[in-house]
């Protein structure tokens, strides 16, 4: 399959390949499978972070015990990993400065 470019804003969920306004927080080259898998953990993200917004509710009930929260976290870093994968040089070399890997990511 052919890669394409595309510019990515993870708050707002963005995947597009017009760069408009501030979409291009991300630059990757990517086929279509490789964006649907991404789309697929920013919107189970989205998900993890709905159902964390109403545990957030619930004063008895810890963070450290938000089973939506770990599952964010999990989507977060593997949209990262996808991102670092398939992303050009800047971002790449962002996503490395953040420090959101270890060494093996490198």
Known sequence: MEKKKYYVNI???EISQIQFNNNDGYVIHATEEDVRLLRARMENMHGASFR??????????PYHEDGA??????????AFEMLHEWGDEQTKSHIESIGLFTE???
């Open 11 to 13: 708050g707002t969920g």
């Open 52 to 61: 964390s917004f109403w545990r957030s509710h619930v004063p008895i009930k």
């Open 69 to 78: 929260n770990d599952e964010y976290d999990e989507n977060m870093t593997a």
């Open 104 to 106: 093996e990511h490198k």
